[in-house]
Nanobody, 125 residues
Framework: QVQLIESGGGLVQAGDSLRLSCAASGRTFSNYVMDWFRQAPGKDRELIARISRAGGSTYYSDSVKGRFTISRDKAKNTVYLQMNSLKPEDTAVYYC??????????????????WGQGTQVTVSS
């Protein structure tokens, strides 16, 4: 099972950018689709981005499409989430997840192998 550690969160102003990182332990990083979720206070956890095992396919939710970019570095066992043009509604705890599924399919809870601990992103207006 891969272990995940997120970093890069913080407090920024609307319109700013942040890059989140999710470092994975173990040699099986490339076996997983990698997902980014977020959870705002009082709301359900929301899937916002996915990237395929080889990095050639991605998915974005409508709420972040055109502003966020997911990428992965096989050599560093790390997945990134570049967040541009941040809005106050992007405020949430952001989690990465290792997913046994496929980008072309819906995420099933049973397909998530590991979760990171989360990193807080706060966007002030």
């Amino acid at each position: 099972q891969v272990q995940l550690i997120e970093s890069g969160g913080g407090l920024v102003q609307a319109g700013d950018s942040l890059r989140l990182s999710c470092a994975a332990s173990g040699r099986t990083f490339s076996n997983y689709v990698m997902d980014w979720f977020r959870q705002a206070p009082g709301k359900d956890r929301e899937l916002i981005a996915r990237i395929s095992r080889a990095g050639g396919s991605t998915y974005y939710s409508d709420s972040v499409k055109g502003r966020f970019t997911i990428s992965r570095d096989k050599a560093k066992n790390t997945v990134y989430l570049q967040m541009n043009s941040l809005k106050p509604e992007d405020t949430a705890v952001y989690y990465c997840a290792a997913d046994r599924g496929y980008v072309s399919e819906s995420v099933a809870p049973s397909s998530i192998s590991s979760w990171g601990q989360g990193t807080q992103v706060t966007v002030s207006s």
